[in-house]
């Protein structure tokens, strides 16, 4: 800093307390100024482990921890290093919910999943893949990911461990090589027949880090221990090491395959590039096999394991919202909670039905909860002595649970029940079965005072002339207007964290439907962009400028993505700044500001804002405006329509037969736009009004072109 800063350096010269600051502060710099915890490092060692370091307890805890960091501990990282064992443990959220689906599985079906003996290949759980449904399937769940499995179609546990060794920034570049192969054996190729045996499974494509040391074991002459540091240097791409390790690897080539020393160097180019992102295959085949586990109970238990997927998610708003649209495309309704089928956690109705757990309802206390379920734990406890199956037991033991409002709430009533707890529970939807939310809500002083009279009597230690508690009359609810469907998905989302039963979406599906979907943006699309949604997490702050500016989420159908409105554009957004408001973003994309250069600071982002530290992608608005629900948005098209037509190009008039069936496509699109049959070659084309009007679109112009007598559709 003296060195750069010249006022910083005359201080030190001529100021003596500014001088002893900074040969304090010399002194300091470069000590380590806490002890910062590995979150799954272990370590192991052969006797007492103060035998080889010190320890101490963490700064904020109770577990014991090294003194010395990673660097003094592992010959990996330091070669003068003690060398104890470090392992990384890490936890992996898919085995919980592996652990949840199959215990769902068992109580519901009476079948004990053997998850490490699984059927392979199990079609049911290929086909899932293959057709996209990737969503909650351990590494494999990503949109990229999902759309090269799509084209892979894969049909082996080893397609999907190089799927997962080469969907990484380096390798992503040979995924289209390798799904080429994988449908084309023509297009297989060996740099020489010695590395069929090696690289015969990925189809002549370098993708594992074994293969490479395999390479230098076999082709080149190294020993195993000779591979070990061969790894080591590949690994880090350590420059002089690599170097001597090229003239090692080219001499060994000679000598042990009779290759010349120009095909050795071609090869050792080839595999260079290769040494930066090799992968680990222990590694891969572990995750493939967890990756098989979770894609097996998906195929094969959908319910069961949609449910454990929401339950271990519970925490995660926009986690739960994309959960809930995947079972919309699996064929299950997720419904809202239940007092009557509702345990804590999300639970399975029956093969088509999911409910949320009571666990999930904001205000809504665990001794409430606990009572509620405890109402129910007889019903519970015949289902898991095997007296009644789930199915049963949702259907017959909620019945005798709670048949009544007034049932439940004598039932279900602990000291803590209060005007709270009965919001949240109608507002969830949970005592649908009892009334319409609007009047149960509007009813609230007078069922919290029927609550309170009976039990104050019944606490009062008054008896009938018969010994029998009094009971005050039936609970009576007074009529009044029904809650809107706004309302209730409002009450909803304020209780549940998303709107469950309706979306105030689906008025726009259609409109949606033309845009790129949030889940399938990624950042290799271009960068300008259009999206619909509803805004929700609204933030509004002030730049270094003293500007207004804004963030907020975008959710659309398929996920969600943050939107960064910056103070040029704030004024024309402004009328739209609201949550929950549904608006349409025009905007450049932006991959967290370029990989963390903070380029919001350009533009005036707010001052110690960390916003653009990760990775994810976000939106830069230029415009936000109101986005038109589909009837508008066809009253739209439909005028537009009116002004456009579509030729249909044909070079001769085909059969009756051929010009029946495009007739027959054409009134099934119907709409405002003429069309036109243009018969004849370029200049010399005659164009025949036809008698159909259609709806101009994408499906439309796909369907026209299957035909081979038509040679191209336009819009004019």
Known sequence: AMDINKELKEAYDQDPETRQV???????????????????????????????????????G????TQYDMYALDVNANSKAIGVVKLDLLGIRNLSILEEAMRIVEKRHGIKIDIYNLPHPDPKTFKLLSDGHTFGVFQLGSSGMTRYLKELKPSTI???????????????QFIPE????????????????????????????????????TIAHDLAGYSWEEVDKFRKAVGKKIPEEMAKQKVKFIDGCVKTSGWTQEKAAEIWNWIEPFAAYGFN????????????????MKANFPVEFMAAVMTAESGDEDKIYEAVEECKNLGIRVLPPDVNESLGDFTVVDEKTIRFGLNAVKNLGSDVIERIIEARKSGQLAMESGQLNAID??????????ISLQDFLLKCHVKSFNKKSWEALVKAGALDNFGERGQLLANTEEVLDFVREHFKIQNSGQNSLFGKSLQIGRLKLREVDAATEEQMLLWEKEHLGMYVSAHPLDRYRKVLSKMQGVKNLSAEDSSDQILGGIITRLKRTITKKNEPMAFFTLQDITGSIEILVFP?????????????????VKGRLSSAARRGKRAGFAEGAPENSNRYEDEELKIIADQITELPSDEKYSDALSQMEKTKKLVVHMQRLPEIEILNQV??????????????LSVGVSSKAKQIKTHSLVRISDELVADLKKFSEISKVDVE
């Open 281 to 296: 295959k222990a590694h891969s085949a572990s995750y493939s096999a967890v990756s098989y586990q979770t894609a097996y």
């Open 62 to 65: 109770n577990r014991i921890i």
């Open 663 to 676: 007739k027959m496509v054409l009134q099934k699109h119907k709409g405002e736009a003429q069309v036109m």
């Open 568 to 584: 040029k554009v704030m004024e024309s957004a402004l009328p739209f700044l609201e949550n929950d408001r549904i608006v349409q």
């Open 178 to 213: 390798y799904i080429a192969r994988r449908h084309n054996p023509a297009l297989i190729k060996f740099f020489d027949p010695a590395f069929e045996k090696i690289l015969k499974r990925t189809y002549g494509i370098l993708v594992y880090q074994d293969d490479l040391l």
């Open 22 to 60: 900074i040969e304090i502060a010399k002194k300091l710099e470069g000590c380590a100024r806490h002890a910062s915890v590995h979150a799954a490092g272990i370590v192991i060692t052969p006797t007492a482990l103060t035998d080889y370091m010190p320890l101490q307890t963490e700064p904020e």
């Open 393 to 402: 037991f949702n259907q017959k033991y909620s019945q005798v649970a709670f």
């Open 158 to 172: 080893f397609d999907i461990m190089a799927m997962i060794a080469l969907y990484r920034p380096g390798p992503l």
